[in-house]
């Protein structure tokens, strides 16, 4: 089962790349699952038994699902569509010498530099055009190798350390200066004059596989955060809600701090849910004490044990690939997770039949951060942050364990009362 799961995940990846293209599988998902899609500009007619979406800058997602008799709360799962990666800018083409023309990126979040050379690339995202009187936008993916950052041989003297992202990790396009626009049209089907402007980020034109002796590692872009994001979607799209509300948010932006109208950061999930409550003819007293009753999954990948460093690992806290769900730790709260919210989850892994493992940085690392805490500033929940483990994290191309992909779905499914 648990190849089966996996090889879905890097389809999903596959065909998710950039945030926007993300959103728009897990429409499909919902949509193809019997969920109706909400627009956030019209009012919303709920129902007891109904399952509803709604989406922010068609890079954020917020699924939900209503039992048909009372609900004593929210049960949520929050993960984020976006990866580390290079962001085109406006007016991106440079000619070099009349022999080469390259694009001007800027970095997207904190990319392994060097792990993005020498790669065939491409540009996915989004274009605005004004149809009618109406500024719309289109999904865009030029599906084609089509840019390399070639990085500089040893012989030159210069060291991968040295990567400067203005200078030295500008991808080549190598085409004809004026033509970038002119494949962006067509890829998006539209004319070149109509594009008003663009979200665009590069992504890897490697396909994800399954990797192994015995078939154990995935090995994709992107795996931070869409293994966690996937699994909570399927979990969401295959689950029926009993005493609580069940909540699946896929925010954008988390790799940048989550500070836009689209990330954890963001009014979006307070937004969805006083509407349903609202709609629900819920009393905003009875709102606090549904939130009073209510548990936040926080979902983002969690670092495992280097092979080839162990020492950087915690000695204690020390998780590996297919070791199961990552219970994550932060004394100075990074991480949401404290006592109550760890015991609710080690409990939900034994009710799913799931193993356990915990993390937390070495003392001496600062380490990163995720979006549970950012989200309970809008939503104060019990909340606890749980990951994948894997290595390679912000690598072009990270590698994780097949098994843990199942084990998120099982324990997703468990919490949101299947």
């Keep these: 089962m648990s190849n089966r799961i996996t090889r879905d995940l890097l389809k999903f990846i596959e065909n998710s790349p950039s945030c926007f293209h993300v959103v728009e599988g897990q429409r499909q998902i919902y949509l193809a699952a019997g969920f109706t899609e909400l627009m956030e500009q019209e009012e919303w007619q709920l129902e007891p038994g109904g399952k509803y979406f709604t989406t922010r800058n068609g890079s954020a997602c917020i699924a939900f699902a209503i039992p048909r008799g009372s609900s004593r709360g929210f049960r949520f799962v929050a993960s984020h569509s976006d990866s580390p990666s290079f962001k085109v800018k406006e007016n991106p083409e440079m000619e070099i010498e009349g022999h080469y023309v390259k694009l001007n990126t800027e970095k997207y979040g904190g990319p392994i530099l060097s792990t993005w050379m020498d790669r065939p690339l491409s540009v996915a995202g989004r274009v605005s055009i004004l149809q009618g009187e109406k500024i719309v936008t289109k999904l865009v993916n030029v599906d084609k190798d089509?840019?390399?950052?070639?990085?500089?041989?040893?012989?030159?003297?210069?060291?991968?350390?040295?990567?400067?992202?203005?200078?030295?990790?500008?991808?080549?396009?190598?085409?004809?200066?004026?033509?970038?626009?002119?494949?962006?049209a067509k890829a998006a089907g539209v004319e070149k004059k109509e594009i008003l402007s663009y979200d665009l980020f590069l992504y890897v034109r490697e396909k994800g596989r399954i990797v192994g002796a015995a078939g154990e590692f995935v090995v994709s872009p992107k795996l931070d955060d869409l293994q966690c994001a996937y699994a909570s979607i399927l979990a969401m799209s295959e689950s029926e809600p009993t005493e609580y509300i069940n909540v699946c948010a896929v925010f954008d932006n988390e790799e940048v701090g989550s500070g836009t109208k689209q990330g954890a950061g963001s009014t979006f999930l307070e937004d969805v849910l006083?509407?349903?409550?609202?709609?629900?003819?819920?009393?905003?007293?009875?709102?606090?004490?549904?939130?009073?009753?209510?548990?936040?999954?926080?979902?983002?990948?969690?670092?495992?044990?280097?092979?080839?460093?162990?020492?950087?690992?915690?000695?204690?806290?020390?998780?590996?690939?297919?070791?199961?769900?990552?219970?994550?730790?932060?004394?100075?709260?990074?991480?949401?997770?404290?006592?109550?919210?760890?015991?609710?989850?080690?409990?939900?892994?034994?009710?799913?039949?799931?193993?356990?493992?915990?993390?937390?940085?070495?003392?001496?690392?600062?380490?990163?951060?995720?979006?549970?805490?950012?989200?309970?500033?809008?939503?104060?929940?019990?909340?606890?942050?749980?990951?994948?483990?894997?290595?390679?994290m912000h690598s072009a191309v990270e590698t994780a364990g097949v098994q843990d992909t199942e084990y998120a779905v099982k324990i997703m499914k468990v919490f949101y009362g299947q």
């Design 146 to 184: 089509l840019l390399i950052i070639p990085s500089v041989a040893p012989h030159l003297g210069c060291t991968a350390s040295e990567n400067n992202p203005q200078v030295d990790l500008l991808p080549l396009y190598a085409g004809k200066k004026g033509t970038f626009m002119k494949y962006l």
């Design 274 to 392: 006083a509407r349903i409550c609202e709609a629900l003819n819920i009393s905003r007293a009875g709102y606090h004490r549904m939130i009073a009753e209510s548990f936040m999954i926080s979902a983002d990948n969690a670092h495992a044990v280097h092979p080839n460093h162990p020492e950087k690992a915690d000695p204690t806290n020390r998780p590996y690939l297919n070791g199961g769900i990552v219970l994550k730790y932060h004394g100075s709260q990074r991480y949401a997770t404290d006592a109550i919210s760890a015991g609710f989850l080690k409990h939900l892994c034994h009710l799913a039949g799931v193993p356990c493992q915990t993390y937390t940085n070495r003392s001496d690392i600062a380490g990163g951060s995720t979006l549970g805490n950012i989200s309970t500033g809008h939503v104060s929940v019990n909340t606890v942050d749980i990951g994948l483990p894997q290595l390679a």
